[in-house]
């Protein structure tokens, strides 16, 4: 939870008010600065990024796609939901 002044964390709010536990394995706590990964894309509180790895996976799929450009209008449809001008660019030459 964010507080005024900080973080704070209370495991308790989430038994008590909610009735959720947390996995001790697959919980990870990080400032927001530092962006969330989610469905390919790296999300801040002011902007989102495609992540690194579905950028290389989708210039591995357009240089390697012998489609009549059907690949290249999908991820530019991508790419349209986040900060992606540069990305744009760089497809856009690529694509047949």
């Known amino acids: 939870m964010l507080a ?18 947390l996995h001790p394995h697959k919980v ?15 999300h801040f509180p002011d902007h ?8 290389r996976r989708m210039f591995r799929n357009i240089t390697g796609s012998e489609e009549d450009g059907a690949v290249v209008r999908s991820y530019l449809g991508l790419m349209r939901h986040g900060n992606a001008e540069k990305l744009w ?7 047949p």
């Open 89 to 95: 660019l760089r497809v856009e030459q690529k694509g």
């Open 28 to 42: 990870s706590i990080g400032t927001v600065a530092a962006g969330i990964d989610f469905l390919g894309w790296v």
């Open 48 to 55: 989102r990024v495609l992540r690194t790895v579905a950028k």
């Open 4 to 21: 005024r002044g900080g973080f704070f964390f209370k495991p308790d709010f989430l038994w008590d008010e909610l009735r959720l536990t």
